[in-house]
């Protein structure tokens, strides 16, 4: 069954500093999301994606943060100057053609220390 | 008000119990519904999917929708300790953006 994959699962980092996580969807999906999990609270939108634009984004989604589909198979988050505040899971999720239902990923587990 | 509220319990049952779990919404543009299914430290699984009032059933799960009230539910019958985890429920409007909303999740432990 296809799935959704995220690397790395866990990553640490300093404040201040630059991460990206990736995401591969599933390979016929065309919409694809980040969303974020901060311990003990609720999973909360970042962003959306199709044919290569944003379709929406949050109010978390500010400047630090973009997302890229460097080609046919990726999907990234990149946050350029991380804060404390941006420790949580990160969640890459996919969605098919005419379809609202999203199919999720492992997750990332970010650190910012 | 929260736009998804949800019990977090913890709801603890016996195996082989009927279990329902509930979240209450506030924006009547919410048009489909689903329950997913988190293991600690896992990515959601999705279980069930609606669109409309009503009901679904698929196995031991039973989704709910009920517009009117701004409500739904999922029921899991014959529990198993295997379905011990938290239920997220998560809901979009009809619009592009495809945005989701979800609630705070419910934990349930079912034990043998």
């Known amino acids: 069954e296809p799935e959704v994959t995220q690397t790395p699962s866990h990553q640490v980092t300093q404040m201040g500093q630059e991460v990206i996580l990736r995401c591969v969807p599933i390979?016929?999906?065309?919409?694809f999301y980040w969303y974020r999990q901060i311990l003990g609270q609720k999973v909360e939108f970042l962003v959306s994606?199709?044919?290569?634009?944003?379709?929406?984004k949050s109010e978390i989604f500010d400047d630090q943060f973009s997302v890229e589909r460097p080609d046919g198979s990726n999907f990234t988050l990149k946050i350029r100057s991380t804060k404390l505040e941006d420790s949580a899971m990160y969640f890459c999720?996919?969605?098919?053609?005419?379809?609202?239902?999203?199919?999720f990923g492992p997750g990332t587990r970010l650190l910012v220390l | 008000q929260k736009e998804v509220e949800q019990d977090p319990g913890p709801l603890s049952v016996p195996e082989g119990a009927i279990v329902s779990l509930n979240c209450t919404y506030s924006?009547?543009?919410?048009?489909?519904f689903m329950w997913y299914r988190q293991y600690s430290r896992k990515g959601p699984e999705l279980l069930m999917y609606t669109y409309s009032s009503g009901n679904k059933e698929d196995g031991r799960f039973t989704a709910q929708v009920d517009k009117s009230s701004k409500y739904i539910s999922l029921f899991i019958r014959d529990s198993q300790p295997s379905d011990s985890a938290t239920y997220l429920c998560a809901m979009g409007d009809a619009g592009n953006n495809r945005k989701l909303i979800w609630g705070l999740g419910t934990s349930l432990a079912v034990n043998p």
């Open positions: 999720a996919s969605s098919g053609p005419g379809q609202e239902t999203q199919y």
């Open positions: 994606f199709y044919n290569n634009e944003i379709s929406e």
């Open positions: 924006n009547s543009a919410f048009q489909y």
């Open positions: 390979s016929n999906h065309l919409y």
